[in-house]
Nanobody, 123 residues
Framework: QVQLVESGGGLVQAGGSLRLSCAAS????????MGWFRQAPGKEREFVAV????????FYGDSVKDRFTISRDNAKKTVYLQMNSLKPEDTAVYYC????????????????WGQGTQVTVSS
C-alpha cells in the first residue's frame, strides 16, 4: 500500500511558476512509475507527465510540453512537478499517482492516488 501526499499548490499569476511535490510512504517507491494528472471543473482528468522508476525517462502531455518538468528523488521518495509559464487554462486540481507499469499515460493504469492540490492561475 502506497500513500501519496501532494503539496505546493496555490494561486499564481499567469506567466508565473510553481513547484508541486508528492511525498510517498508505505511502499517501495522505486517500484513505481510516478505520474501527474490534473482535473479542472467540469472536465475529465487529464494526463500531465510521467517519470520512469529510475528517473531516466519522462513523457509529457501535449498541453504542458516545454513548460512543465517532472523529476523524482528516490532517496526522499518524492516526485516533483516544476511548472513554468503558467496559463489560466492550467487551473485545476493536480494529482500524483503511482503505477507498476512503465511510463503509463492512462489514469486506469495507476493504482495509487493522492488527494490532490489546487493550482489556480489568474489572468
Amino acid at each position: 500500500q502506497v500513500q501519496l501526499v501532494e503539496s505546493g499548490g496555490g494561486l499564481v499569476q499567469a506567466g508565473g511558476s510553481l513547484r508541486l511535490s508528492c511525498a510517498a510512504s508505505g511502499g517501495t517507491f522505486m517500484r513505481y512509475s510516478m505520474g501527474w494528472f490534473r482535473q479542472a471543473p467540469g472536465k475529465e482528468r487529464e494526463f500531465v507527465a510521467v517519470i520512469s522508476r529510475s528517473g531516466a525517462r519522462t513523457f509529457y502531455g501535449d498541453s504542458v510540453k516545454d513548460r512543465f518538468t517532472i523529476s523524482r528523488d528516490n532517496a526522499k521518495k518524492t516526485v516533483y512537478l516544476q511548472m513554468n509559464s503558467l496559463k489560466p487554462e492550467d487551473t485545476a486540481v493536480y494529482y500524483c499517482a503511482a503505477s507498476a507499469n512503465e511510463l503509463p499515460s492512462r489514469s486506469g493504469e495507476y493504482r495509487y492516488w493522492g488527494q490532490g492540490t489546487q493550482v489556480t492561475v489568474s489572468s
